[in-house]
């Protein structure tokens, strides 16, 4: 058994103990039979969430009313949800109530791919009822049932197969792909957060040029946001080495291929965190710089800072065909023999420069540690006390003539 079960199992053994039966189900199950690295452990089980939260000592309560329960157990969290039906489908997207049953065939049956579709019991025996083995041979994407039907139900099912494609690549079954594009328009329904969740995955995982070029073949890149006329820039896009960027940095290189209008505007229509949207916007601001100045001056590695800096090297030489390594060191090195590396490294402060000058706070106080920073960073004056401080009483006039 994978160690991540063998160190699951007794929770299985708990629920056995008190009358009900567990399973490890779903992506945990597919990846061992594919001898992958296996991610999240999910267990599925007969017992109801309120019978969960009492067996266990530490539980969180995540979704209770869709059957989900938290179990935390020895410093690693499972997510075991009760054997379940999803009914009632409103507006083709997740299910209003569910119902719950007392057969995990009926739970397999709801799942949405018959490779993710698999139990595993205690024993390590496999369940099997929807040819999820023969499709996991076959590099086979195929929806459990009817795929138009599976789509109507949950149309977010249509962008996981591409996610899907991304992480595994495997090829989706054509009718699966059929059915996609004849249900396609039904995404309009999804919530953005969920797309986002998917679409992330889809850029992140290996595969992704296939998978973006299925995401343009089945239409599905005109139900995303800020992207449904973008088909050209996505095929540019998928072209290009998203492997050594880290997240933001993909973000930011989309941006750069897409040039919406507004960077924050169509970040925010993604409902990404607005930390994740103000790191972004500014590394498109630097690429700009960057591109019209060609090299990084002094001032504009310190005005970027490193990480930023870094960052907006990568996507550059992403952009003009020159990726090496080589080069972002260069830009590593060139900041590690700044001066100062940002104001806070100043030895002075605005309280002092007021002090010094006896005079009302104001814009002129940003004004003065700009200039003591561009004097310090093109090394006409040192990072000390005295030194800044006789610099600046002989500029007084300037800053007087200023404000
Ligand atoms: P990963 O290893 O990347 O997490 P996963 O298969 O575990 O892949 P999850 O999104 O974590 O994918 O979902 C867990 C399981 O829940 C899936 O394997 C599938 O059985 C089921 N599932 C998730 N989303 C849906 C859905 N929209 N419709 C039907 N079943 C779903
Ligand atoms: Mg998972």
Redesign the pocket.
Known sequence: MDTPFAEAKPILQKLHLEGYEAYFV???VRDSLLEKEI??V?IATSAEPHEVQRIFTHTVDVGAEHGTIIVLFNESQYEVTTFRTESEYEGFRKPKSVTYISSLKEDLKRRDFTINAMAMDINEKIYDYFDGKRDLENRLIRTVGEPSERFAEDALRMLRAVRFVSQLNFTVSSNTVEAIKDNVHLLKEISVERKTVEFIKILKNNHYQVAIKLLIDTNIHKYLPGLETCRQQLMSFSCLPLSVLNNEEIWALLLYKIKPASVESFLRLWKLPVKLIKHVSKMLIFIDYLSEQKKWTTELLYSAGIDIAVSVERIFAIVNDCYDEKRINKVVEQFSRLPIKSRRELVITGHDIIKLFHKRPGPWVSAALSSIEKEILSETLKNDREAIKEWLLTCNLNFEQNY
């Open positions: 779903g992506g945990a991610g999240d999910d």
